[in-house]
């Protein structure tokens, strides 16, 4: 079964994003982190992760402003790691700021998304989100990117 692990920091926002992904957790194992710190233990199979059995997630999906270690930091540190370099990842944000969308390029982030207001929207926007990268998008089991 893939999985897609979610950090986010804001309960209210964990939560309706749950809400939202729950027409796909019959297919996908939703594994959620409120930091940055946490996220770098689960892709490294550290701490409390260290057991965790499975591929690595087919999509990571954070937040950018997040305690301990921001979202840019977090996505910085998974393109500088070979093991997980190739681990797609998503930033679903509140800031509109063109300088975190031109920073999250740079680091090779898949995609920027803003979050949108209402649960509705938010609702829409995950389930195309999810249709994309969990039921469409292929990708090998195991691989290892290499970064320049």
């Known amino acids: 079964m893939q999985s897609l692990l979610l950090v986010e920091d804001n309960s ?3 939560d309706l994003a749950l809400s939202a992904l729950e027409p ?5 194992a939703v594994e959620t982190v409120p930091d940055g ?3 770098l233990a689960y892709l490294r ?3 409390v992760w260290e057991d965790r059995v499975g591929d690595d997630p087919a999509l990571v999906l954070m937040d950018l402003k997040l305690p301990r270690v921001s979202g840019l930091e977090l996505l910085s540190e998974i393109r500088r790691t070979p093991r997980i370099a190739a681990v797609p990842v998503v930033a679903l ?3 509109r700021e063109l300088r975190d969308v031109r920073r999250c390029y740079e680091l ?6 803003v979050k949108p207001i209402g649960f ?6 995950l389930s195309v989100v999810a249709t994309f990268w969990l039921r469409l998008n292929r990708r090998p089991s195991g691989i290892k990117a290499v970064r320049a």
Do not use: P
């Open 108 to 113: 090779g982030i898949n995609a920027f998304l």
């Open 45 to 47: 199979r550290e701490g």
């Open 24 to 28: 796909y957790l019959d297919s996908c």
């Open 37 to 39: 710190v946490e996220a």
């Open 12 to 14: 209210r926002d964990l």
């Open 120 to 125: 509705e929207e938010l609702s829409e926007l």
């Open 93 to 95: 944000t509140s800031s």
